[in-house]
């Protein structure tokens, strides 16, 4: 839906509204009144609330259009979606011969299109509106959310462009021109929309349309991403993977991003077997550091004969983000494969790059004969001058180290407890509350309050158990 501040490329006008029904009561304390209060609010919950009590999914706004178009336009998916679970109907023709569906395409937002398709819309659909939908989708994309906002509106000079958050996850870029908006996430709507309609569109252009904005979040490429996961035939995989010989490196991205959200998805053994001989040769092959790092990282998922031989190939890279990855190669359910890994994750462990050093201690916690390498390493890394580092060292040496150096481990974690990020005075009390040491008390008024986000966290629960446990001695 076309829209900014109010203003819609769509309205009622003057048309005649009589099969939409009749309008009923306006007034806002109706059960009809208070679902417009609540879609105008942007509350799902109380949409939600209103329809169970017997609101009418299909009720209209003051301009006649129904509820659905209202939360359309104003890029509300969670909203859209309460209202099409409830009932409301994404295909009712409105005055102007569009439909709540069609102006959900026309908009461009990837999650609000998603809300209102519906259930089977290949069955549910005819097949011209599905045709009619298709080349909306594919003219926006085609053209250009700047140029088709230039040829509706006639408006002249550069349009206004900024990324927003289409959902939780993913962005999209909002275009305005000529007191108009869109989002430009046509090209992800016209993915889900092949999809939907169950069109094999060919593999090469679907990458081609993701990568175009070289962005990982963006909708058209995760889109594209999760569309290809779900065609699940060898011939789709073949030429997805073929894109890892592609001369771009965001291709080549596109197929490590591919790869990774199947493995999410799809647990079968012939995959796990193909998927574990291409990224063994892809390392072999790849010069772009970026992606060597994530094509290691994935090469570690998969248990291989020669997992240790590519470790140790590149323990040595120039590359620091390559050799944070080696360690988690080099080791197999936390502990080294041969002598020869654990001297190399010994040298790691002394690398000059903090996340190289962590990554070498986090790999081979349960070696014993790396521990007391391992506990120095992560109380010196304590001292970090990022705090990511440090809250990963602190996490590290909180857990139980069987034999290592326990009141040295302690002294560590309380030395943490005037840090400026309250997420290392976190895992440092969390450390100690877990140890019952003694100055577990004082760590957790030192962590102070925690906001928002801390209901269900283990380190919270820790602490909150063990003043429990304090208050009722004789409840143990």
Known sequence: M??????????????????????????????????????????????????????????????????????????DGPVAQALVEGGADPDRELPDGT?????????????????????EPRLRLPEAARERLLALARSWYETGAAEELRRRTGASGPAATV????????????????????????????????????????????????VRHADEDHVDWSEVCWTLTRRRSFETWSAVVAQRHAPDRVSRRFVVDYLRTRGLVDSSRYYERKEGELLAAWVAEETDAAILAQVLEMFAWHDRPDEEAV?????????????????YVLCADYLPHTPAARAALRTLMGD????????????????????PDSTRTLLALTGAPEAGVRVAAAAELSRPRDRAPADAVADGLAALLGDDSQLVRLEAAYGLALRD????????????????????????GELWQWKWRKAHPADE
Not at 313 to 322: I, Q, S
Not at 437 to 460: M, S
């Open 163 to 210: 990324r927003v958050q289409d959902d939780e996850y993913r962005r999209v870029d909002q275009v305005s021109l000529g007191g108009l908006a869109v989002r430009a996430g046509h090209g992800a709507v016209l993915t889900s929309l092949e999809w939907a309609f169950r069109i094999l569109t060919p593999v090469d252009e679907l990458v081609a349309r993701a």
């Open 99 to 119: 439909t709540p569906l069609w102006r959900a395409v026309d908009g461009g937002s990837l999650a609000v299109f998603s809300a209102v398709l519906g259930e």
């Open 311 to 327: 470790g140790l190939r590149h323990a040595a890279h120039p590359d620091a983000r390559v050799r944070r990855e080696v360690p």
């Open 352 to 371: 000059p790059d903090p996340e190289v050093r962590l990554a070498a201690c986090t790999a081979s916690t349960r070696d014993a004969d790396l521990l």
């Open 437 to 460: 040491d003694p100055r577990t008390a004082e760590a957790i008024e030192r962590v102070g309050p925690l906001g928002d986000g801390f209901e269900h966290d283990h380190r919270a």
């Open 2 to 75: 076309l829209f900014d501040e109010g203003k819609t490329l769509f309205a009622a006008g003057d048309g005649d509204l009589r099969d939409l029904g009749d309008l009923g009561d306006l007034g806002e304390s109706s059960l009809g009144g208070r679902l417009r209060a609540a879609v105008r609010a942007g509350d799902a919950e109380a949409v939600r609330d209103l329809l169970d009590e017997g609101a009418d999914p299909d009720t209209r706004d003051a301009d006649g259009l129904p509820l659905l178009c209202a939360a359309v336009a104003a890029y």
